[in-house]
C-alpha cells in the first residue's frame, strides 16, 4: 500500500496540511506516502493561466521534487490533455501503487469543488478515502457570518474586525505544521521507480520567448526557500515602512510574495507567523502600523476567497449584483488593445501595464488605476481586463483578481462607490511625484523629461511638441469628458 498526495496549489513541503497529514498517515500505517502533481494543458487554458505563471509552477515543482526528495518522498509527474481525465489519471495512479488513502489541499472555485466531490465520492465507492481539507487561507472560507443576518460577510471592515477575533479565539489556525519527517530508507526503496521523474516544458500554447524566459527567471526564482527569503528580507527591511510606502510604485515597498502565494510556495500562515516573530508584535492589532497594514493586505487574500466561496457565481463571469449586469460596455477593440499595449497617452497607466508586461507583475495602486481607467475612462467591460490580465499575471488568482476589478469598476463585493473615478493624472502626481516609475516603463518619455519634470504626468497638457518628437501616444480620451459619461452610463445602469 501507500498514501497519496496531490500536490495543486500548495507547492511546498512547510506548513503544508495536507501534505503533513498524508505523512502521518503512512507513518502510523508504515507505507510510504508518494506525491502526485497533475499538468493538464487544457485546464491551463480553460483558467487563463498566463504562460509566466505556468513556468513559474514548472520551475518550482523542480524544487518541490528535489526538496521532497531529501525526505525520501517522491513526487510524480503526469501530464493529462483532456482536463476530464483528471480524476481517471487519480484513480489510476493510486491503483497501480495500490494506495488506498489520498490526501489534497482545497480549492474553492467551483470547477475544482465539483472535481473534487466527484472524486471523493469514486474514491468511496473503491472504498478508499480521499480527505480534502482547508489549507490556501488563514480563516477557512464559511467559517464567519455575520452576527446579525447569519450570512457571509459582503463588507470588508466588520468582517476582518471578526476575522482578527477569530484568529484571537482559535491561535491554531495560525500555527504552522510540520513539514513531513525523512521517510524510512525501506520505504523509499519500495516506490524508487517514482523518482527522477522529469518535469515537463511549458506546453506549447503557454511558452515564453528565450528572452522571457531568462527575464522571469531572474526576476522570480523558484520556490519556498526564495519565498522564504523574501518574506524575512521585507519582515526585516521593509514591514514597518510598509503602511507609508505601499501606495508608491517607484519603491520596492511591499514583500513581492503574491506569485509564491499563488503557487502555494509559501502560506498565509507562516507570512504571519514571520511577520509576528520578526517585528516582535504581539497580537494582529498590536504591532506597527506597517505590520498591522500589511496584516490587513493578507487578509483581503482570505476576504476575497471566503467571497468566492459564499457567492460561487462571481465564478462565471457574472457581477457581484445582478443590477450592475444593466450597465452599457464598450467593446472598442483600438482602445482596448492601446490598453493592453501600453499606448493610452495617460502616462501612469501606460508605465503600469508596460509594467504587466515586463515584469508579469504590476503594483497594486496601479493595478487599481489601470482597472479604473479601463472600466470607468473607457467604459469597456471590466471582464475584458479582469481576462487579460489573469492571462499576464504571474500572481493571477481567480479571487483576488475577481475581487479587485470587482472593487475598482464599482461592480463588485464591497466596491469602489462609482461615482468615485481615479483621476490618472492626479493619481500619477500623488503616487509617481517625481516620475520615477513612469521614466522607468516609457523610455520615450524619459527621453525628453528629467526626472521631477511636472508635464510628464500630463506631457500633452503641458508640453505637447515634446511628447509629439518622442513619439509618445496622445491621450485616448480627454479624462473630464469620459468621467461624465462614465456617470451617465453607471447611473443609468444602476438606475440611480
Ligand atoms: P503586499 O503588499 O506585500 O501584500 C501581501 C499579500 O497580501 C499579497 O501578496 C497578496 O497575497 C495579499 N494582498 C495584498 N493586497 C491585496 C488585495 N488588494 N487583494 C487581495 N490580496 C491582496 N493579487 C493576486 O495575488 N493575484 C491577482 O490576480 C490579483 N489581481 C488584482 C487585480 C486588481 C484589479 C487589483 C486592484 C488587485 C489585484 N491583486 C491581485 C491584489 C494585489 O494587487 C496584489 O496581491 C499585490 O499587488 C501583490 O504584491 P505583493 O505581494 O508585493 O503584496
Known amino acids: 500500500g501507500a498514501v497519496v498526495h496531490w500536490f495543486k496549489t500548495d507547492l511546498r513541503t512547510n506548513d503544508n496540511r495536507a501534505l503533513a497529514m498524508a505523512a502521518d498517515k503512512a507513518a502510523n500505517a508504515g507505507v510510504p506516502l508518494i506525491c502526485l502533481y497533475i499538468i493538464s494543458p487544457e485546464d491551463w487554458e480553460a483558467h487563463l ?137 525501506d520505504l523509499k526503496a519500495k516506490v524508487s ?10 506546453p506549447k500554447n503557454k511558452q515564453l520567448t528565450k528572452d522571457e524566459k531568462t527575464r522571469f527567471a531572474k526576476l522570480w526564482p523558484a520556490g519556498e526557500h526564495e519565498a522564504v527569503r523574501r518574506l524575512q528580507q521585507f519582515c526585516d527591511d521593509r514591514i514597518n515602512g510598509y503602511s507609508r510606502n505601499r501606495d508608491f510604485p517607484a519603491q520596492d515597498a511591499t514583500s513581492s ?114 482597472a479604473s481607467f479601463l472600466a470607468k475612462d473607457l467604459l469597456i467591460d471590466w471582464r475584458m ?15 483576488s483578481n475577481n475581487g479587485g476589478w470587482g472593487f475598482s469598476a464599482s461592480v463588485g463585493v464591497d466596491p469602489q462607490p462609482y461615482f468615485r473615478i481615479f483621476n490618472p493624472t492626479r493619481q500619477s502626481e500623488r503616487f509617481d511625484p517625481d516620475g520615477v516609475y513612469i521614466r522607468h516603463y516609457v523610455p520615450e518619455l524619459a527621453k525628453v523629461f528629467e526626472e521631477g519634470a511636472s508635464a510628464i504626468h500630463e506631457p500633452y497638457a503641458k508640453e505637447a511638441a515634446k511628447a509629439r518628437k518622442a513619439g509618445y501616444p496622445e491621450p485616448l480620451v480627454p479624462h473630464k469628458d469620459a468621467r461624465e459619461k462614465a456617470l451617465a452610463a453607471y447611473k443609468k445602469g444602476l438606475g440611480k
Open 49 to 185: 493561466r498566463a504562460p509566466v505563471r505556468v513556468d513559474l509552477i514548472l520551475r518550482t515543482l523542480k524544487v518541490l521534487q528535489d526538496d521532497l526528495a531529501k525526505l525520501n518522498i517522491p513526487l510524480w509527474i503526469e501530464t493529462v490533455d483532456k482536463r476530464k481525465n483528471v480524476r481517471s489519471t487519480v484513480h489510476t495512479f493510486m491503483e497501480s501503487w495500490n494506495a488506498n488513502h489520498l490526501f489534497a489541499n482545497m480549492e474553492y472555485e467551483v470547477d475544482e469543488l465539483r472535481r473534487e466531490t466527484a472524486l471523493v465520492r469514486e474514491c468511496a465507492s473503491k472504498g478508499k478515502s480521499m480527505t480534502v481539507i482547508h489549507d490556501t487561507c488563514v480563516v477557512p472560507p464559511g467559517r464567519l457570518t455575520s452576527s446579525s443576518s447569519g450570512r457571509p460577510y459582503a463588507v470588508y471592515t466588520p468582517w476582518f474586525k471578526t476575522w482578527k477575533q477569530h484568529i484571537h479565539d482559535n491561535e491554531d489556525l495560525v500555527d504552522l505544521v510540520d513539514t513531513p519527517a525523512k521517510q524510512a530508507d
Open 193 to 202: 521507480k517514482l523518482f527522477g521523474c522529469a518535469i515537463p516544458e511549458s
Open 257 to 370: 510574495l503574491s506569485p509564491y502565494l499563488a503557487c502555494g510556495a509559501i502560506s498565509a500562515r507562516t507570512m504571519i507567523q514571520t511577520a509576528f516573530d520578526r517585528t516582535g508584535a504581539k497580537a494582529l492589532d498590536r504591532g506597527t502600523d506597517g505590520f498591522k497594514v500589511w496584516v490587513s493586505e493578507v487578509a483581503w487574500r482570505d476576504f476575497y476567497r471566503h467571497v468566492l466561496a459564499g457567492w460561487p457565481y462571481v465564478c462565471m463571469n457574472k457581477p457581484f449584483k445582478a443590477v450592475y449586469s444593466n450597465i452599457e460596455w464598450s467593446y472598442n477593440k483600438e482602445h482596448f488593445t492601446a490598453w493592453c499595449e501600453g499606448r493610452t497617452g495617460y502616462p501612469i497607466v501606460d508605465a503600469a501595464m508596460r509594467q504587466l508586461r515586463e515584469q508579469g507583475w504590476m503594483h497594486n495602486r496601479c493595478r487599481m488605476i489601470v
Open 385 to 399: 481586463g479582469e481576462k487579460f490580465f489573469m492571462e499576464n499575471l504571474v500572481d493571477g488568482d481567480f479571487s
